[in-house]
């Protein structure tokens, strides 16, 4: 047993981090510096520095224009990422409908689209949920008829999240309305953005930035070579998507990174005329949330050296999202909880409060949706009861 | 023992309910947030003329001093549509105003006020200072014809909008010590202070303020030179036990209108609400909800108490509960209401955003929980 | 409204803790001072002690031989046996099968049994919980045959707590199978348990002390004059002994005892050349634990001002039992970490630490009773989810 | 990065497993917790011959010395049926007696060990010294031909049974320092000492000694005078390493009893396994579970790092969350269990135990905690 990064993967981690400090664009780094929220195009030109390293989608094979890592190497990769506070690039070309093209798509979809989401020259969004298919996504309604060489598609998505930005969405769609299960006659589908019919609304997240959408498909066309994998198996397209990755989801470097800024705000906080840092209960409490991140590590950690050998994810993988996610948000209540009066500020104001301190708030109010996102915290723990302890159904 | 209302705390109630629902909706503050001041003189004066601002003061300078338990209930049923008149401001700048001023002072700063024509804040936070009112390196030097006050005040609650200050700065003494803490009035127009308006994460407003060698007079002054702290810590019990009513109000309304989620959602085929992880949620969310109403009641009645040591024993059990009490109940109605709690558009985030204000206002859990472990009480039978 | 007990209160409060220090055997003073537990003879002698003051069935009606208080006498007087380390009576006989005979028992259930039951003379024990019935108490097998003059019943019984001390059973049994509804055909029935085919066996809990027995009837005659209410009204019986007394259900003088306990194991404790009682982190967990008891405290009273005024139990009443329970448990965990090494102890070895810690670890085992006896705190967020937040049934 | 087990490792588990299943499964724990001494020397023996016992150990002194993955992976497995034999004991007074003991030493008290023709116990524990082992107040005064030993020492595990002790004590300083601490090796029946057995909550046994003048030669010291503070508190780390791999059998046992429970036990006419609330419950003692075996890897792992900052470090983590995921695991695993849960007739108690007790030698969740707050990593790049 090793517990260890190589001396390689070491190496590896400190030219990543040199990278990182000499490509990321003065104004990105001022950004990253203070955790401010990144504007969209901010984003994608920090797309396109990465992608011409050859790193925008460190987990694609080499033949598609992945760099080659292995796991190790894509766990320090995005670790340093979010240790850096520079974007982190949008996960729905990239790192969902990218690999599941590689795996299940159509030459002509291959081609068509793996480049371009590469390059960041078209944006992608997700588009699953509905506002009646949320936790219970089976229940989806969005209609896809077929109309010979085209599908048309009738009925609204949410949390469409950054749709006014997108170029593309995939779509889980109903192509057959009679089948027994649920889960059996719905499809997956591609469709531009520019499509006649479609309309997108955008809305404030409680951080009081924009995040989500709402999409309209009112009799929008799509050609059918847009569609992925076989007719009616959108399901397991749904469920190939979800394994991709699963060592990455435990956020641990945004937590460490959130952690770092709890100590640096109690260390530059005053309180009875000494370092909020140095209170004893402050420190322990501070303590004890890092020991409950490293904990959290060593299982990513395990989960990442199965993966090394190519092992398929152990019970150990299925905690990382549950605890990562719980996590960042304690590191976040806990930035809240040192900066005393200055949690109060929004991010609107700058100068009323330390930069380091200026986007917290915004930050401790969107990671609520943390434990919802990506199949809410509750419905994790249901597919863990079910598929790893063995539980009854209910 | 009795926690039983008056007939006329019924009818104060009722009237407070009314006014929530048909001149105070949600929508109100959602509209006022994004307004300049954040609030409406005209709804001030209404409060006043229902006869809300008085009543914790004297029929001598306006009010009609019921107790501060008429004031809780007030806030408390303000608090379920976060109605963003500047009461509390009012409570905790008034209180010192009204200890320790003069017939004068009172006809001049607090009268007004209880009369609905003008608004107050009380100025004592400073950057250094974290919630203790001791720790403050703003000084008034003595002049021939009374005060110079410099130094800087943050988060004044109310201050961008209040026609007067009551301020505090050292006129002896340093940072920590007891002595030496005065109290002035200033007037929001007073030459060398300068008013920074700060937008809140609830939505609400609040001042920064530089104080650039402000000349006051000496009537200007509360009371004794020095011996301000007694009553100004008294203010900000009086601002505490007025957050843990309004929590209760928020945690109360979202309670209920996560209850009202569960049962209406729909997912598997059935309300979500008959999920037993959720219920059972939902329960803890209840029971912490009537231990943070049950501690309100507490800080409503023993603010007033005549020894310090039970008043602020009672009233920082009260803020702890609020803090651990109104975190819970916030974070698990987001949550429980999945994506569209963490929208803006859906109102629980703004009962989540007001409730990390109210647990944070006048001393958060760690502040209090030292307070009360400090105290004689604590050692009780045990030295 | 008023926080505070009236002077009268206060001075009654005063006039108990008077009474039982005068009252209580110097041997059983000592024993509670180390908060150890009581031999049952020990308990039955106080039970004596108090029932000569008149004393021992606080809640029973003066004609009955109670004493006449009101909600908040009786809450004071529990409190100040709690705060003492006093033996708790028994309440199998006071508090459950007693008020319920007054309440619906006949004349001659009456005078047979609530004479004996006051003076201490005979013991009761429940027979509820069966082995296949226990959260399910609906689904009970114990079968009570009618015979004419008598019922006879064959079944088991467990967690029948003392019944190896017990000169009594209440018993659930089935005299109806085939009612449409498990908790119809189940009646309420009194047993002696001397009967012939009736036998005990008695268990140790993890506190190593002797509680739990289980209970066997085998052709077990009871007369027919030993049903309470009407046949196959056994489930309003059992619903109805539930309602007595939820004020008193919180055990704040338990908590506040054991945490008064905690405090002076911390000042007596020496970590790093100081006491533990002045480590701050300890002091502010210390404090923690006090407020919320003291939160919970004032939930308390405001369901006695309640029941003063003759109110039924409020939804704050619903809390005491799930919150006090999580409580009592949290501060003998707090005393068994305060005690360090100490903690390891166990009862049967006197001397090896302080007398004040000897007790704590077997309570420390057994308080984990708490939160599953007299309905399982699971049961009662079930209840409360239904009952007071109306939300919907699975 | 590798956290597969090799063959040989792999094979070992396998032996160990194979033993606790056959020779002692819980049943013989719960028979010899009434046992004067609670474990049994034909076991010891055989343990030895095994090759068990000196895995951590040189061959020079008789071991295999392979490294400590090996001896936590044999505890924890000894863990899941909660076997008595004093492994920990041997560990953690072993390494100081090899650490620091000369050949004459090893082979005189070290090698019978390890062939399982005695055993051993580690002394350092007193009355105000928590968990501490620089607070000790037992003095050793030089004397013409050796030491003078006074003080007394508590909880000393195995203690009672042990054939030769390794006990701490003065030799210079006074209670807190870091030099003056020296380590002696006395006999169980060295004149002077006395030994008084105690029964533990967990059933194990472990002794408080009384020292009261007892007279060793200079060949009983262990390395240099004053200068075993080192090696001590390595030999703690091994014990908390130990501590953690055991109570990782030990979560995982309950994980799985409470499963299975979960899955057999009906009430309302299903298995009580499909209630949701439960179901999360058994979730979280799960997730839990998996932590701290992620834990107890990196205590095994760095419990031998040269530097002691790094072991430190990493003991501490592994100790804190031993202690919250133990004290979760087993708690909540008694609450599903419900009544029969508290019987001390179900194994489930003989668990939460025992859990109790590793949580709390060689340091509790507080004690780690603080010293991992007080490292300097903690603090890097905060300066």
């Known amino acids: 047993m090793d517990i260890s990064f190589s001396a390689e993967h070491e190496a590896f981690r400190q030219e990543v981090r040199d990278y990182i400090t000499g490509a990321l664009p003065p104004e990105l780094a001022r950004k990253a510096e203070a955790d401010a929220e990144f504007e969209h195009a901010e984003v994608m030109s920090w797309h396109r520095i990465l992608a011409q390293k050859g790193w925008a989608a460190p987990h694609w094979p080499k033949q598609h224009g992945g760099p080659g890592w292995d796991a190790a190497r894509r766990f320090i990769f995005s670790e340093e990422i979010e240790l850096s506070g520079a974007p982190r690039l949008s996960p729905f070309g990239l790192a969902m409908v990218g690999p599941l093209i590689i795996q299940f798509g159509s030459d002509y979809q291959k081609q068509r689209f793996l480049p371009k989401i590469l390059a960041g020259e078209e944006v992608w969004c997700q588009g699953y949920s509905e506002p009646n298919a949320g936790s219970d996504l089976a229940s989806l309604q969005l209609r896809a008829e077929d109309r010979g060489d085209h599908f048309l598609l009738n009925g609204q998505k949410t949390w469409t999240t950054y749709a006014q930005y997108a170029d593309f969405i995939f779509v889980l769609a109903r192509t057959n309305g009679e089948a027994k299960k649920k889960q059996e006659g719905i499809s997956f589908i591609l469709c531009d953005m520019s499509s006649e019919g479609l309309t997108v609304k955008p809305f404030l997240t409680t951080g009081g930035t924009h995040a989500f959408c709402e999409t309209w498909f009112e009799n929008v066309k799509v050609p059918k070579e847009h569609l992925v994998g076989e007719l009616n198996q959108g399901w397991t397209m749904a469920k190939a998507l979800l394994g991709h990755e699963r060592t990455l989801v435990a956020g641990i470097g945004i937590s460490s990174r959130a952690l770092l800024r709890a100590k640096r705000i109690a260390r530059d906080t005053m309180s009875d005329g000494r370092r909020l840092l140095d209170d004893p209960v402050i420190r322990q409490e501070i303590a004890a949330l890092e020991l409950r991140l490293e904990s959290l590590k060593m299982a990513n950690f395990r989960a990442i050296a199965g993966a090394q050998l190519g092992h398929a994810p152990g019970p150990e993988s299925s905690i990382l999202k549950l605890r990562g996610t719980e996590i960042q948000q304690a590191c976040f209540d806990l930035c809240m909880k040192l900066m005393g009066m200055n949690s109060l500020t929004w991010f609107n104001e700058p100068g009323t409060v330390p930069d380091r301190e200026h986007w917290v708030p915004s930050a401790f109010n969107y990671m609520r949706a943390a434990t919802i996102y990506a199949g809410s915290n509750e419905i994790q723990k249901n597919i863990i009861a079910k598929l790893i302890l063995g539980l009854p159904s209910a | ?383």
Request: with cysteine.
């Open chain 2, 1 to 383: 023992m009795d926690f039983e209302l008056s007939e006329d705390q019924r009818l104060l109630v009722d009237s407070v309910q009314s006014f929530v629902k048909k001149d105070s909706p949600i929508e109100r503050m959602r509209r006022l947030r994004d307004h300049e001041v954040g609030w409406e003189k005209s709804t001030w004066k209404q409060m006043a003329e229902l006869g809300w601002l008085g009543v914790l003061f004297p029929e001598s300078v306006g009010g009609s001093q019921l107790s501060f338990v008429e004031v809780g209930l007030i806030i408390e049923q303000l608090g379920t549509t976060l109605v963003p008149e500047p009461i509390t401001a009012l409570v905790t700048a008034g209180v010192p105003l009204w200890k320790l001023g003069n017939a004068e002072q009172h006809e001049r700063y607090l009268s007004p006020a209880l009369g609905g024509d003008t608004s107050l804040a009380l100025a004592y936070l400073e950057r250094d200072g974290r919630f203790d009112a001791r720790q403050i390196a703003t000084r008034a030097e003595k002049t021939a014809s009374g005060y110079r006050l410099s130094g800087s005040k943050r988060w004044v609650q109310n201050g961008h909008a209040a026609d007067h200050l009551v301020v505090s700065a050292r006129t002896s003494g340093g940072p920590g010590d007891s002595d030496g803490v005065s109290l002035f009035l200033l007037d929001a127009g007073q030459p060398g202070l300068r008013r920074t308006t700060v937008k809140q994460m609830d939505g609400k407003k609040s001042a920064m303020l530089e104080l650039e060698g402000v000349e006051v007079g000496a009537e200007r002054l509360l009371g004794e030179p020095g011996a301000a702290l007694p009553a100004l810590e008294l203010a900000l019990d009086y601002g505490a036990a007025a957050t843990c009513t309004e929590g209760a109000g928020v945690m109360q309304t979202v309670l209920m209108m996560t209850r009202n989620y569960l049962t209406e959602r729909r997912q598997f085929g059935v309300p979500i609400g008959s999920f037993q992880a959720l219920q059972h949620r939902a329960v803890d969310m209840f029971v912490e909800t009537e231990l943070a109403k049950s501690t309100a009641i507490l800080a409503m009645l023993d603010v007033e108490a005549e020894d310090a040591a039970v008043r602020q024993r009672s009233i920082s059990i009260a803020k702890a509960q609020l803090a651990e009490s109104g975190g819970f109940v916030v974070r698990q109605g987001t949550q429980l209401h999945g994506g569209i709690g963490v929208t803006d558009e859906h109102d629980v985030g703004l009962y989540f955003k007001r409730m990390h204000v109210l647990s944070t206002l006048f001393g958060d859990a760690h502040f209090h929980t030292r307070r009360f472990a400090s105290l004689p009480s604590f050692t009780r039978n045990v030295a």
